[in-house]
């Protein structure tokens, strides 16, 4: 069974900082096959993508509104993908979301497989 494990969410005054955690188990394939993502969704918006980063680590994209205040980093030993967030502002308030997804190499192969996180909810207060 595939499990994708978000912790790290809370309060936080604006300006604070929290680091969001993503633990993967039971992929088909091992976890630096995919590529990993965060996307948060707001109350009465969409779901965004907030950030990416792909299976060899060496790609990254950001929303802009979070750029050069979000780090995303892997540890493929751990299984492990992590959003550090740093300046928070009141309208990063959503619950953020971890998604897997087939890199590069599976994607050449067609293997395929989409996995999601359940969420954790991150609340910024003026």
């Known amino acids: 069974q595939v499990q994708l494990v978000e912790s790290g969410g809370g309060f936080v005054q604006a300006g604070g900082s929290l680091t969001l955690s993503c633990v993967a188990s039971g992929l088909p394939f091992i976890f630096n096959m995919y590529d990993v993502s965060w996307y948060r969704e707001a109350p009465g918006k969409e779901r965004e993508l907030v950030s990416f980063l792909s299976d060899d680590g060496r790609l990254t994209n950001y929303v802009n509104s979070v750029k050069g205040r979000f780090i995303i980093a892997r540890d493929n030993v751990k299984n492990t993908v992590t959003l550090q967030m740093n300046n928070l502002r009141s309208d990063d308030t959503a619950v953020y979301y971890c998604?897997?997804?087939?890199?590069?190499?599976?994607?050449?192969?067609?293997?395929?497989?989409?996995?999601w996180g359940q969420g954790t909810q991150v609340t910024v207060s003026l």
């Open positions: 998604y897997a997804g087939p890199g590069a190499r599976m994607q050449s192969r067609g293997d395929r497989g989409d996995y």
